[in-house]
């Protein structure tokens, strides 16, 4: 197989398939690698704790406050966070069909600061938040034909920015965007009323809202019964995702879940609404294999909001990210372990063994074989580009692995397994392991070493390229 020059100085390998093992050399000896652990809060994508941010855009065009760059950079850089909710209100828009398009710039401008920084963004719009409590009708948001309009004009911005989109919350409906205080998707004056038609409504947003992103970006709702009631599903473990639907770009396996109550009741301020609770949460339980559930404590609960049950609850639910702001005093009685909630949110990815074949000839066969471990509550709810690196002294090569880490679950491991023709020009290769960004964008120098991921051991980070190093050479001589 031969090798073709890519942008920069990477050159592309290619993986031997069985029928050309035969004519591959297979001479060179074995060696294998053993990689202890790191106990360090690594600055991973999409996972970990949040920092709750929002903007405003009233009747007379006020109240956007931009994203700051310095104070973005500075959660990644100095606080491990690397995503922010980003709540867009649209108070002016509540009643008017077309955005502004200096309404459009703001947020676009605001997108190009995430990446910028090398943050993620999870996305929600609104209409709308009570002056004051408890709150009153009207309550802001706007009707359903209104709401379709807006995500129209919005698709554009959605798709441009989908690299650093981390996922859109369902939004739009009711105060906060979470669903319930609504004028039009609900009984105003008793919110638990949704008829036929509102739930008809409501569901017509999720799928705009699907249909403006790209196919492997996912939507959350703000309880289980919103994903059952729109698609038709039982609670329960039979109505959620199974490993075969999973990634298949249906509407069911592109919703996932947000708990912005976690902890705060018995059924979560309403979160939970089966009899009993347990069916709804055993559907998260197994939806959240396969998309992602992350949300906010709103109140102590003691013993329910204690570090104990907290913990067995977010691994049981497969949590991926968790709001740093609130509640502080939920956060607060946590103590230490708090360290273990930014370990631990989402994946967690180490490696573990590495077999590798330490001498060949030019062209001849590498055999390498890693196992990779999953201690986060987790899987990767995004796709990651797997690739082996023979990094020499004068040239870089890569080969693209057969791999999808979203099927890597937490507590388990994973092993890989390639056999790889050897580059043609002699030498020594170090070889490295990049688990980048889908995104051609991300994967360029500037920003692969801030969005690829750092797996969880001492030693093998490379920041300059945002490879892993494995530890092993690999000589390659006539």
């Known amino acids: 197989m031969k090798l073709r020059r890519l942008i920069g100085a990477t050159l592309v390998l290619g993986l031997l398939g069985p029928a050309q093992l035969a004519d591959a050399h297979r001479d060179g000896p074995t060696v294998t ?53 980003r709540v867009f209100y649209l108070e002016k ?65 959605l798709r441009e920015n989908a690299d650093v989109i981390a996922l859109v919350q369902s939004g739009f409906v009711g ?40 196919r492997d970006l996912m939507v959350q709702v703000r309880t289980p019964y919103m994903k059952q009631r729109m698609l038709g599903l039982p609670t329960g473990t039979e109505g959620a995702l199974s490993e075969d639907q999973a990634y298949d770009g249906s509407p069911a396996a592109r919703i996932g879940h947000h708990n912005d109550c976690f902890l705060a009741s018995p059924d979560d301020f309403g979160t939970y609404l089966s009899d009993p609770i347990e069916l709804d949460k055993d559907f998260v339980a197994q ?28 691994a049981r639910l497969h949590f991926s990210y968790l709001n740093t702001d609130y509640h502080p005093d939920v956060l607060g009685s946590w103590g230490s372990n708090i360290t273990t909630a930014k370990q631990k949110l989402g994946y967690r990815l180490s490696l573990v063994r590495g077999d590798f074949t330490a001498k060949t000839r030019p062209g001849g066969a590498v055999q390498v074989g890693l196992d990779i471990r999953n201690d986060g509550w987790a899987a990767p ?3 990651r580009q797997v690739q082996l690196i023979f990094q020499g002294d004068k040239h870089t090569y890569r080969v693209d692995l057969p791999a999808d880490p979203r099927r890597w679950a937490a507590g388990t491991t ?52 945002g490879y892993n190093e494995l530890g092993q050479d690999v000589i390659v001589s006539r």
């Open 33 to 85: 690698r053993t990689y202890p652990a790191s106990d360090a809060v690594i600055a991973n994508q999409e996972r970990g704790f949040y920092h709750h941010t929002e903007t405003h855009y009233r009747a007379d065009g006020s109240g956007y406050v931009p994203l700051n760059l310095e104070t973005l950079r500075g959660f990644r850089t100095q606080e491990s966070v690397t995503q922010i909710l």
């Open 93 to 157: 828009f509540a009643s008017i069909d077309k955005l502004d398009p200096a309404y459009l710039a703001l947020v676009r401008a605001d997108f190009r600061t995430a990446r910028a920084a090398g943050v993620k963004v999870l996305v929600r719009f609104a209409y709308a938040q009570p002056p004051g409590w408890p709150p009153t009708i009207p309550y802001g948001d706007a009707p359903v034909q209104r709401v379709l309009k807006h995500i129209q004009q919005l698709t554009p911005i």
């Open 175 to 214: 105060l906060w965007g979470e669903g319930y205080y609504t004028d039009h998707f609900a009984d105003p004056a008793d919110p638990s009323k949704v008829s036929d038609q509102n739930w008809a409504d409501r569901r017509a947003v999720v799928m705009a809202l699907l249909r403006a992103l790209p």
């Open 287 to 314: 939806d959240t294999k396969y998309v992602p559930e992350g949300g906010e404590t709103c109140a102590v609960n003691s013993p329910r909001s204690d570090w104990d049950s907290a913990a067995a609850e977010m």
């Open 381 to 383: 709810y995004h796709r």
């Open 414 to 465: 994973t092993t890989l397994k390639a056999t790889i023709r050897a580059p043609i020009a002699p030498g020594r290769y170090r070889l490295l392991l990049n688990l980048a960004d889908p995104s051609p964008r991300l994967q360029t120098p500037t920003y692969n070493p801030i969005y690829a991921v750092q797996l969880a051991n001492i030693g093998t980070w490379q920041p300059a390229t």
